[in-house]
Every structure is written in C-alpha cells, then in structure tokens.
C-alpha cells in the first residue's frame, strides 16, 4: 500500500509540474533550459538528471500552438538538429514556438558516453561487438543506474513534462526516424497534449518485426526503381564475393588511403546505407556492371567511402552509440527461431550481418534484462480531432513507408500517408543532394500544419541520376551525341563524354567530403572552393579513364545544380553545361553541340 502511495504521489509530480521550475537563458537565438526530473520516477526523491530543451521563440505574435520536433537514432539529440528543424518549417515559425528537448541519455540531458563502443572503429554487429554492448550496458550502470531507466517511456514522461512546465496546452507534435517510435508512444500516453503529428520515415511503435523484413524488400524495390535489373547484377555479384571477396586499396574522399573487402557483408551495409546516403544509388549499379566485367576500382572506392561517410564513430554528443542501445535492447523485440528467408539476393546470416546502428538484430545478445520493465504503452487510438501525416521516401529501406498502412489505422482515426517519390530516409532535413525531393517534403509538412494538406509536388519528384557507367579507357567510353554542327569524330566524342562524368564524378566526392582536395577516380586529383553559394573545381589530371586525363575548371551550384566547366581531354576542349532541372547536358565543341546524360 505504501509503495503504491509513492506511486501516485510520483505521478502527480510528473503531471503537474509547477510552472516556472526551470530558468530560462538566451542561448544563440533561442532560451535554453534545464528541467530537474527523477531518474527513476517510482523513487522521486532518489537520484535526479537535467532534461535540457532549446526554445525558439516565434518571430512575430505567437498565435498558434508551439511546434515540438523530435529527433531520431536512438541516440541523436534534438537540439543538435536545430538548423534543420527550423528550415523544415521555416515560415510557419513566425507565429509559432519550436520547442526542442534532449532525451535522456542525449546531448545535454545526462549523456551516455560509452568508452566500450562510442569510439569503435570496428565491426559494430556480431557475438564480438555484443560482448562491447554488454560492457556498455556495465558502464551505464556505474555512472547512470539501470540502462532501462533511458527508455523511451521514461524520455516520453519527460519531455510532457516539459510542455506543461512551458505552459503549453496543445502542440503540433514532429518526429523523425526514431523520432516517429517516440511520438507514437507518446500519443499513447499523453495525448491530451496534441494538437496533430507528424510523423517523417516512421515505422511501427506496436508490432514491431524484430526481423525487418519489409527492409529488405523495399532494398530490392528501390534499386530496381533506380537502376532496373540491379538486383540482378548484385546476387550475381555476391555469388563472386562468397567464393571470393574483393580486396584492394583505395583512397578516401579526402585521399587518405583505405584497405577495403568487399564482401557479402560490406554489400549488405552498403545496399542499406542506400537509405540515408542517395550516391549509393547514384553509383552502385554502375560499380557492379564495371566489377562484373573485371574492374573492381570504382565498387571498392564505393564500399570504402561510402563506410566512412556512414559508420565512422561519432562523438557521443553527436551521437550517443550507448543510448541506441540502451533504447534498442529494452524497447525493442528481439529476434529469436530461425530467420525467414525473405532477404534475397541475401541469405539470412548475409542480410543481417549489417551494422547493430542500422539494425540492432544481434547486438542485445548479452544486454542484461532490466530490472524492472517500462511502463507499458497504452492501446489507444487518437481521435479525428488530432490529424496525423505520415510522410517518407519510396527509396527509403530503413523505415519504409509500405508499413504505414498497416500502423497508421491503428494510431489514430485520421491518418493521411504522403509517398515522397525518388527520395530516402528524412529527406526533409536536406542532408543529402536531393534539393527536389527536400523542397516537396517541408512544403507537404509545412501544409499539413497549416491544416490544408497539399501533396501534389510527391509525385512529381525527378528520378535520382545515376552515373553512366565507369569504362576503364577512352575506346570504351560511349559517344556524345551530336545535336548541332559537324560531327567532330568518335573519339572526340568519346572524349566529350569522358569530361561530363568526370566532372559529375568530382562532385560526388566533395558530396561525401566537404572538403576542398579530393582525388580522381584513377588518378590524379581536384580542388574545390566555396565562395557566394557556388563550389569552384579545378581537375589535375583526373583520371575518370585510365588513358585519358581531364584537366580544367568548372563551377557548381549546390542550389540548382547548374554546372558550367571549360575541360580538357586529350586535345579536346569543351565547355560543359548543365543543370538539375535538364536530364542531359549540353556541351559545346568547337562549332559543335553535343550532348550527353547529366551524370
């Protein structure tokens, strides 16, 4: 009886939280804030954390409900997406607030920094990297209590109680990846508090497959929407790396030199990287067409910086690796039995030998239990008053939309599903080359919240280009087509299309670095330069074929994607034109125009 009395008491704190229990400070255009809340809210007087929250003011009159947004991982704090948060709705924040909140275990709301894993370079899934989780798991323990006081009911509590301490009544509540499985659970505990939902590249809270398999299948379907009869090429590619994986040397985006295997493994990470990284899509078609005939240089460059751009360890500030699975290993089912065979053209132990951070299938082995489970999520529906967009990319195989009709009914009874064509996982933030695609994701959220949902720019999303090929000499590269003027010879239009995708090539690189020296596909090396919005390149015997090296200038706008270069190929010079909104680019040669596909 006494037990349940504290329990109750702890409850009402929780829920009622007096108003101006937190001191505000201005923090770079915002008021930042800590909340003091228990650790372990069945024991209020024992050991307590700050929950630190960001708050941007609306700009003008506030006279609609705040917006909340919320952040994905597990692991990613929510201030820390605060640039992209505030270009997501953008306008809408000249009447409204937008209230950003760190989970538990996040940025700057007691941070989990786990030495055993935050700073691993290695395999991150596999009984060997489960055995670092569990130390993780012991160093949660040491500094913070029981892992499973970071779930994500606990986190939901907290941030509730952060809206009521603010004073607000209703909010407008986003989340995004991970994001989405917090703002499900919190519909279901605190749904007095919302307005409407969004949720961005969401999958299910309820009924989560511990196997993925609706993953694997939307793989398949995106890289077929992006290169037909790719899936083809990549179970014949992996039939060779079983017997034989591919190993060899090559650099860096920046140039540092990396040892790279390309093995089932190595494919089934890349194949999933896909999801958030679209140059995957834009080069891996071509890479195994190139590996299948005997060039394996550009799939090694691939797998390589595609590896470091998406699994270099992170800072935990960043991204906390120990709260992902502290989240992972308590919330989320767990796979037991046999695999299905779902996964083609990889087997089972292929497909889930990926990254625990993308799929967490085998890093719980040695998690231990928690000594008191969460609290259970409430089996509620939302009513028609609180709308819900669920908004997400085709292309996107980490969260794929295929699953929202399923959840979506059952969340709530007003539910509308936008399908983003030709785009991957929240590309609504802008993190990748997808302008198109950013643009109609804030604009169809943007509607929503204005209460007059517009769609009609998701269908109408160019497709994502891919490169056109990587032959190995100038003789194997195919002809520019002539659309004006004299025909100034096959080779000279070999070579015209050698100056194209090398160019296209350099800036892919840069997509990945961001820096300002990156080498040739073969050989050789560019520079880059920012200055006004536009990337300057100069090519120094870049090498996109092996006897044919591309010098010259050019510049490119991240903007638009409009490219004009003057280069030079092997006698030839040529000026280079194109931009996103054209599928093929314009090159002028001497009295002649040509042209050939954008890359």
């Known amino acids: 009886m006494w037990r349940g009395l504290v329990a109750a008491v702890a409850v009402l704190i929780l829920a009622a939280p007096a108003q101006g229990a937190v001191k505000l400070r201005p923090c770079?255009?915002?008021?930042?804030?800590?909340?003091?809340?228990?650790?372990?809210?069945?024991?209020?007087?024992?050991?307590?954390i700050d929950i630190a929250f960001r708050l941007y003011r609306a700009s003008g009159r506030a006279s609609e409900p705040p917006i909340v947004a919320v952040e994905g991982g597990p692991g990613y704090p929510s201030t820390g997406t605060r640039v992209e948060f505030r270009a997501i709705f953008g306008p809408l924040l000249r009447t409204r607030d937008l209230l950003l909140v760190d989970n538990r275990g996040t940025g700057a709301s007691a941070l989990i920094d786990c030495r055993s894993v935050q700073s691993f370079a290695g395999r991150t899934s596999g009984p060997a990297f489960a055995r670092r989780a569990a130390r993780c798991a012991r160093e949660i323990r040491r500094r913070h209590g029981d892992p499973s006081l970071f779930a994500t009911a606990y986190a939901v509590d907290d941030l509730a109680a952060v809206i009521r301490t603010l004073g607000y009544r209703k909010v407008d509540l986003y989340g995004?990846?991970?994001?989405?499985?917090?703002?499900?659970?919190?519909?279901?505990?605190?749904?007095g508090l919302l307005r409407s939902v969004t949720l961005d590249s969401a999958y299910p809270r309820r009924g989560t497959d511990p196997w993925y398999a609706s993953s694997a299948a939307t793989m398949r379907s995106a890289l077929e929407t992006v290169s037909p009869?790719?899936?083809?090429?990549?179970?014949?590619?992996?039939?060779r790396v079983r017997a034989a994986p591919i190993r060899g040397g090559t650099d860096d985006s920046d140039g540092a030199p990396l040892d790279v295997t390309v093995d089932p493994r190595a494919l089934s990470d890349l194949v999933q990287d896909a999801a958030n990284d679209p140059l995957i899509y834009r080069e891996l078609d071509a890479a195994l067409r190139a590996a299948l005939a005997g060039d394996d240089v550009p799939l090694l460059r691939l797998v390589g910086q595609a590896g470091t751009w998406s699994h270099s360890p992170p800072e935990a500030s960043y991204f906390s690796r120990g709260l992902y699975l502290a989240v992972a290993c308590t919330d989320y089912p767990q796979v037991s039995g046999p695999a299905p065979d779902v996964f083609t053209p990889f087997t089972p132990a292929e497909w889930m030998s990926v990254s625990g951070f993308t799929q967490p299938y085998d890093v719980c082995a040695r998690w231990p239990a928690p000594r008191r489970p969460p609290p259970t999520v409430p089996e509620r529906r939302l009513p028609a008053s609180v709308p819900v967009l669920i908004v997400g990319g085709d292309l996107d195989s980490l969260t794929p939309l295929s699953d929202a009709p399923a959840f979506g009914p059952a969340l709530a009874e007003n539910v509308r599903i936008v399908t983003l064509r030709n785009t991957v996982h929240v590309t609504s933030q802008g993190a990748t080359h997808l302008l198109e695609g950013t643009d109609c994701a804030r604009r169809v959220i943007r509607s929503f919240l204005r209460g007059a949902l517009d769609e009609r720019c998701a269908a109408l999303i160019p497709p994502?280009?891919?490169?056109?090929?990587?032959?190995?000499?100038?003789?194997?590269a195919t002809p520019a087509t002539v659309v004006s003027g004299p025909d100034p010879g096959e080779a000279a239009r070999r070579a015209v299309t050698v100056a194209v995708e090398?160019?296209?090539?350099?800036?892919?690189?840069?997509?990945y670095s961001h820096g300002n020296r990156g080498p040739g596909l073969r050989g050789g090396h560019f520079t880059a330069g920012e200055q006004g919005g536009a990337v300057t390149f100069r090519l120094i015997n870049v090498r996109f074929v092996a006897d044919a090296p591309v010098n010259g200038r050019g510049v490119w706008s991240p903007a638009t994607g409009a490219v004009d270069a003057a280069l030079h190929v092997t006698g030839v010079t040529v000026q280079v034109r194109w931009s996103r909104a054209a599928p093929?680019?314009?090159?002028?040669?001497?009295?002649?125009?040509?042209s050939v596909p954008a890359p």
């Open 502 to 511: 090398a160019f296209g090539d350099v800036i892919a690189r840069r997509l």
């Open 28 to 48: 770079g255009g915002a008021q930042c804030g800590e909340l003091r809340r228990p650790l372990d809210p069945e024991r209020p007087r024992g050991r307590t």
């Open 584 to 594: 093929r680019a314009t090159v002028m040669l001497g009295d002649s125009t040509l």
């Open 229 to 239: 009869g790719a899936v083809g090429r990549l179970g014949a590619l992996l039939a």
């Open 464 to 476: 994502v280009r891919v490169a056109g090929g990587y032959p190995l000499t100038l003789a194997a």
């Open 176 to 191: 995004d990846s991970y994001g989405t499985y917090f703002v499900q659970d919190f519909a279901a505990r605190h749904a």
